[in-house]
């Protein structure tokens, strides 16, 4: 009776096999991938002297002060003081040299690429996810925000991971993680510079604008998300 079992067994015990493979070469791949993200980010990270924008954000928050960056800064400069006072943060561990400086900026161009496989997973599959994470890591722009002691290296993987956060609720509109990781990466986007709103406008706008037109059976999501939206800003309003 259990001879005619075998060829299932067999089977079965060669995709949980099968798995492990998978797993481990997604896993070399994007580890790989970030490596190489990293080794062109710190390749003469130090060489060139600060321009006056990377001055501005070295000397901001030190010479006003906290209390000015948080208070009467907010109508003098253009942008929330998010990124300021993280530098004097960072500049307290690492130092204030052109590559200590910079170091922010590398990390958060690092952790884009995994972000960046994340989005392109959730919305092609692994290989194009893959492809996307290399795509990042070898652009050059990206690399020259890398470089930069200015806040547009932070909002890359923000702006990733919402959008990720979006594409998951597209699928599942009843994902807590995706609703939990939207509101949050929303706030942090708006706190970090001032066209972050937009950024933050455009995503819950194209994704509102695809629910309506989907019809009545996605009226809960629809909801679900212009709640979301509006939370996400209230908590961006200060």
């Not at 060139?48 to 948080?70: I, N, P, Q, T």
């Not at 692994?126 to 547009?152: D, I, M, N």
């Not at 990733?160 to 994902?175: I, K, Y």
Request: with cysteine; net charge positive.
């Amino acid at each position: 009776m259990s001879i005619p079992d075998l060829p299932a067994q067999t089977q079965s015990s060669s995709q949980i096999s099968r798995v492990p493979r998978q797993i481990s070469f997604e896993v070399v791949a994007l580890a790989s991938i970030t490596i190489l993200c990293a080794a062109l980010c710190v390749y003469h990270l130090g060489a060139a002297s600060l321009w006056s924008d990377e001055m501005f954000s070295r000397y901001y928050a030190h010479l006003f002060g906290v209390h000015y960056a948080l208070t009467d800064g907010l109508s003098k400069e253009t942008n929330p003081p998010t990124y300021y006072l993280l530098l004097q943060g960072w500049i307290s561990l690492w130092g204030s040299s052109e590559a200590a400086l910079r170091s922010l900026s590398v990390v958060a161009c690092i952790l884009c690429v995994p972000a960046t496989y994340l989005l392109g997973r959730e919305l092609a599959g692994k290989s194009l996810g893959l492809l996307g994470a290399l795509l990042f890591a070898l652009c050059p722009t990206s690399l020259y925000f890398a470089q930069e002691t200015r806040v547009y290296a932070l909002l890359m993987p923000a702006g990733a991971v919402l959008l990720w956060a979006a594409a998951v609720f597209l699928r599942d509109a009843r994902s807590v993680k995706a609703a939990a990781f939207y509101a949050l990466f929303a706030t942090v986007c708006l706190y970090l510079h001032a066209t972050g709103l937009l950024f933050v406008v455009a995503c819950g706008s194209a994704v509102w604008l695809f629910l309506l037109v989907q019809g009545a059976g996605t009226r809960q999501a629809l909801l679900k998300w212009t709640a979301l939206n509006a939370f996400a800003l209230l908590l961006g309003a200060p």
